[in-house]
């Protein structure tokens, strides 16, 4: 790809200051930094209260904590992670990177995007603000059915049921309104010349990403609107009485479900190759099988809900079919991993942090699939379905490929994002704390899920003790390492070393032709890709 | 790699619009009607006051945000390339909303195929008689559902299919009176649009009161109740929004906004407004007919 530039920052910056300017502004890096900074914070909170419910689970019995207290947590934690954090983190990425990446003056709609991300705050206010609530006597606290809402547990809950349903509404526009912003961009404003099949990967990740939002973030707004009139206006979708059906709750929330995870990822997975071949000093390997690899995967994504929840009855052909498809989505997913390897054989790798990021991803979330596999097969899910083997399943997903895929991004594109070098000293401590701990705390779950231990409960049998007490461990290393993490971004932005346009020495693509941090405005007139 | 002389494909600089506060107090007002309906439904007094400064804020930054939009598309901001993002924006809007519907639906389909069925036919399948009397034929309010009536298909909601049709139509004459700038056919079209689109809501308002004073049909009617109303109602909502952007369009035609060149607002809303159109002729299958 070559490029033929003007000057690329033109324009002076004129915007309001202080908090002014970040309320009202449209510039995707203010955004995307907003994003990020959310999702960070986030992180911290969802974080803290998963170290509430694993010090309850250091020993067997109960010691701090109510078992509706305790299920309160849970839930809360998943949605703030997966809604809060991680996808934030990923549209922060967007934000951030895409118009830099493809040549775009902006998002292609400035003002719907600021929306999208002031949509935010509401919601996290409303998912949380049942714990204070209760402080006063209001209700009896916040959503206590896990993050899955299902029927008719959810139909029984509390105030904190419904404010759940309300922040799930208020995220979900923010969803479609990031989602339809970067479909716009990446149709309208990539630079001239290139093509569909010279976007970055980073891009076409996200593409697909915002398809799946737009095709399944619409239906749980369905479930959760009938499970409103079904708590409060006396319709009966998920009650035998009146003709309807707990499973159809199941049905609708995983046809978005299982579709999220992939979301969660895909953004990640476009930016692996980024940051592979840069430090592999090779170009990409695979690109166009990374294409179609991420089509099929969103297309088989929407295909394969029901394998959470194989045993629930189902009619044998239904599950040998979930069963089938779900172990089919490997294939493309194997392909992914096989074009990652490939990038790096017989390059000349070096090992700075993202690069560590990225190899621990890599080898983790190999993990993640390879249990999913276990997991899919309907006989061995009928004993390891609810217990503590998902959660570990889900945690090599979810924490090694999602969240360290975004710390990948962030390490990657922080000199970038700054124009200051962060502390690599840092960086490698972060990296080895968090990858040692994580599994210190999830692998021993694992073991506990095979040997019956079921998930999202307060108490558990003797034999299980050990197990738990060094996940108990393993989890509060891992999550003060993150207070590592949260400093060297903080030292970062402050100052340093300063960071040259092109951050890394074989780094390729339009974003680092602008200086670092680039200009307020940049790529008012495109480059042009030959 | 070469690098040639810039140059770019579009002549201009993509409008990016300057910083605005709309969003961020739209998010307020959102926030504060949810929070007002959470509490009403749970029973605390402040809840309806609460929607109503939450309702009022949404109401203030919809004339707030769309007028400068318009005073934008009126000044020149926004030229072809704009055009298109917001063509592709409102396509993909609509198809969320498509899919919006498709929850809906799936859910008829699920209750219809599925779970009333078998509940009616444990005895066939399992040997077991769950509830004795109850077949599980459709329409059905299930086996402890109350009496009621279903809707006919062949009264109102026909007039209302004709109706919405005609609108279809009126709303392509009025389309095509712009691109031939005959603004007198366009406005004719427009409001012709709007009237029948309003009549449809008049009709369905009283079908919603039959049904709910003679029929015994109502939201607590078990499966065939709960479909019937989200799916009508969530419709009734869309065609209401729709009946109001056109009635906007309408006013900005009569004002001179428009020429055949450029007319975003008025596709993206014609579209729309077909949208509701076919989700109405699904309904009308699926939920009256069939
Ligand atoms: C080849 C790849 C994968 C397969 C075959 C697979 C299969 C499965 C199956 C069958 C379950 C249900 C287990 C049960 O509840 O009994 C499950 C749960 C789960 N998986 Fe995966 N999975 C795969 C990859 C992923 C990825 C990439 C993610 C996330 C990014 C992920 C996230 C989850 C989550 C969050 C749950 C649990 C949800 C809950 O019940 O709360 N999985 N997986
Ligand atoms: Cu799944």
Redo the contacts with the bound molecule.
């Keep these: 790809m070559s490029v033929a530039t003007t000057h690329p920052g033109e324009h002076h910056e004129h915007h309001p200051s202080g908090i002014l300017r970040w309320l009202t502004t449209t510039n995707h890096k203010d955004i995307g930094t907003m994003y990020l900074t959310f999702a960070l914070i986030m992180f911290f909170v969802g974080g803290i209260m998963i170290l509430a419910v694993r010090a309850e689970l250091f020993q067997p019995g109960l010691q701090l904590m109510q078992p509706e207290f305790f299920n309160q947590l849970i839930g809360v934690h998943a949605l703030v992670m997966i809604f809060a954090a991680l996808m934030p983190a990923a549209t922060g990425f967007a934000n951030w990177m895409l118009p830099l990446m493809i040549g775009a003056p902006d998002m292609a709609l400035p003002r719907l995007n600021n929306w999208g991300f002031w949509l935010l705050p509401p919601a996290a206010i409303l998912l949380t603000l049942p714990f204070t609530l209760a402080l006063f006597g209001i209700g009896d606290g916040a959503i206590a059915t896990g993050?899955?809402f299902y029927a008719p547990l959810s139909v029984q809950g509390g105030i904190g049921v419904d404010f759940a349903i309300f922040a799930v509404h208020i995220l979900g526009v923010s969803s479609i309104m990031g989602s339809i912003n970067i479909i716009v961009t990446i149709f309208n404003l990539r630079a001239p010349g290139m093509t569909m099949m010279k976007l970055p990967l980073f891009a076409w990740g996200w593409l697909i990403t915002a398809f799946l939002l737009i095709a399944t973030i619409p239906v749980l707004a369905g479930a959760v609107t009938m499970l409103l009139t079904d708590r409060h206006f006396g319709t009966h979708f998920f009650n035998a009485a009146g003709g309807g059906d707990p499973i159809l709750f199941q049905h609708l929330f995983w046809f978005f479900g299982h579709p999220e995870?992939y979301i969660?990822?895909l953004p990640v997975w476009g930016l692996m190759p980024h940051v592979l071949s840069t430090f592999s000093r090779k170009p990409t390997y695979g690109y166009t099988a990374q294409v179609y690899s991420f089509i099929a995967i969103g297309v088989l994504s929407v295909i394969v809900w029901a394998?959470?929840f194989f045993t629930v009855g189902m009619p044998v052909p239904a599950l040998i079919y979930f069963m089938f498809s779900?172990?089919s989505?490997?294939l493309p997913?194997a392909v992914l991993f096989f074009c990652w390897i490939a990038t790096m054989w017989r390059g000349a790798m070096s090992f700075e942090t993202p690069m560590l990021f990225a190899l621990g991803f890599i080898v983790l979330f190999g993990m993640?699939?390879l249990t999913?596999?276990v997991?899919?097969d309907v006989a061995a899910?009928a004993q390891?379905?609810?217990s503590y083997f998902?959660v570990a399943?889900?945690h090599y997903?979810?924490f090694a490929?999602?969240i360290m895929g975004v710390m990948t991004g962030v390490y990657y594109w922080l000199p970038k994002w700054t124009g200051h070098m962060y502390s690599e000293t840092l960086g490698k401590w972060h990296f080895w704390l968090t990858v040692v701990s994580f599994n210190l705390t999830f692998m021993p779950q694992f073991f506990l899920g095979l040997a019956g231990m079921p998930r999202r409960i307060p108490d558990y049998a003797l034999q299980f003790a050990e197990f738990n007490a060094i996940s108990t461990v393993g989890a509060f290393i891992l999550g003060f390492s993150q207070l590592l993490f949260a400093y060297n971004i903080w030292r970062c932005v402050k100052g340093g070393e300063k960071a040259k346009d092109q951050v890394w020495e074989s780094a390729e693509g339009l974003e680092w032709q602008l200086p670092s941090p680039p200009p307020y405005h940049s790529w008012e007139t495109q480059p042009e890709i030959k | 790699m070469t690098t040639s002389a810039a140059q770019t494909a579009h002549s201009h600089h993509y409008f990016v619009p300057q910083p605005s506060i709309y969003p961020f107090i739209l998010s307020g007002g959102m926030f504060l009607l949810a929070l007002g309906f959470i509490l009403k439904m749970n029973g605390f007094a402040p809840g309806p006051w609460v929607m109503i400064a939450g309702a009022a804020v949404i109401i203030y930054v919809l004339f707030g945000w769309f007028g400068k939009v318009i005073a934008e598309s009126q000044g020149g901001d926004y030229r072809a390339w704009e055009d298109k993002s917001f063509r592709y924006g409102m396509i993909w809007f609509i198809a969320s909303e498509v899919m919006f519907f498709a929850a809906f639906f799936g859910a008829l389909y699920y209750v219809r195929i599925i779970s009333v069925p078998e509940l009616g036919n444990m005895v066939a399948e399992h040997g077991v008689t769950l509830y004795p009397g109850f077949t599980g034929a459709w329409p059905s309010s299930g086996p402890k559902g109350p009496e009621f009536t279903p809707m006919g298909a062949w009264g109102i909601p026909a007039i209302n299919t004709a109706l919405l049709l005609s609108s279809g139509v009126t709303v392509t004459w009025a389309h095509w009176a712009l691109l031939k700038n005959n603004r007198l056919h366009l406005n004719l079209g427009l409001a012709a649009t709007v009237l029948l689109g309003f009549i449809f809501l008049g009709f369905q308002a009283y079908e919603y009161y039959h049904a709910y004073t003679e029929l015994g049909l109502t939201l607590g009617a078990g499966a065939y109740g709960a479909t019937f109303f989200m799916l009508t109602g969530f419709h009734g909502f869309h065609v209401t929004l729709g009946a109001i952007m056109l009635t906007v369009i309408l006013l900005r035609c009569l004002k001179g906004h428009f020429d055949s060149e450029r007319h975003f607002a008025f596709e993206g809303v014609a579209w729309y407004w077909h949208f509701v159109d076919v989700v109405w002729l699904l309904l009308f299958v699926l939920v009256y007919w069939l």
């Design positions: 993050w899955t995870v969660l990822l394998h959470h779900t172990m989505i490997s997913l993640a699939g999913g596999l997991l899919a899910d390891y379905h609810h998902v399943h889900f997903a979810l490929g999602g």
